[in-house]
């Protein structure tokens, strides 16, 4: 199937130009173009249109893989009375007493904290066979990094670095690739990369991963 994503902007990366009005045509799972909104639907009349707010962006690559799924545990939100919804790490970790079983549901909901971020994939070798399954179920892919990322741990690929450092390559535009990338509701008058840093990867109101449409803002 054909799918036009659409936006006010288009931020390729790499210190490519943003496109204004730009948009990405997928076919299935990979990107078939990338530009101006109207050559893309001209050329191909027949494609559904999504049309999203502020910024379409390469897909996200979250520094901090095992930080955030084997190092923290995502509660349940049933659990919110008695351990809160922010990630639990050291002692309240400790206190839990964690089975396998408990670390992939933990990593399940993880995994969907991070595409709801905009994440695409994360960095670091993860060791627990549960949540490699979680990661690996979802689509999510698992980047190598060669000295750990300084702390704290965030699900904002976005914080404490500039933004385009976040983007996972390649970046958007090479047909064929498969059709990774994210959508971040921020202005997009000025400049773009600011503007992502500025209000965060909290914006995020669509991810794409392999053509698939796996997080949706309500």
Not at 85 to 113: H, I, K, N, Q
Not at 117 to 122: C, L, N, P, S
Not at 130 to 155: K, N, Y
């Amino acid at each position: 199937m054909l799918t036009i994503h659409r936006a006010d902007l288009l931020l390729p990366g790499a210190g490519e130009e943003p496109v204004p009005g730009g948009a990405v045509l997928v076919d299935g799972s990979v990107l078939a173009a990338v530009g101006p909104y109207e050559r893309l639907a001209a050329a191909r009349p027949e494609a559904r249109v999504r049309a999203w707010p502020g910024i379409i962006t390469p897909g996200l690559c979250n520094p901090y893989g095992p930080e955030l799924l084997e190092r923290a545990y995502h509660p349940d939100p049933r659990e919110a009375d008695t351990l809160g919804t922010a990630p639990l790490t050291g002692d309240a970790l400790d206190a839990l007493g964690m089975t396998d079983a408990r670390w992939g549901a933990s990593a399940r909901r993880g995994v969907r904290r991070l595409l709801a971020h905009g994440a695409v994939a994360v960095a670091g070798d993860l060791g627990r066979e549960t949540v490699v399954d979680a990661v690996q179920r979802s689509g999510l892919g698992i980047e190598r990094r060669s000295t750990e990322p300084p702390g704290p741990a965030t699900l904002d690929p976005f914080a404490g670095r500039p933004a385009a450092e976040a983007f996972l390559l390649p970046l958007l535009g090479d047909k064929g690739l498969y059709a990774d990338f994210a959508v971040f509701d921020v202005p997009v008058d000025g400049d773009p990369y600011a503007a992502l840093g500025r209000h965060g990867a909290v914006t995020c109101v669509a991810t794409v991963l392999g053509g698939r449409l796996v997080h949706r803002r309500a």
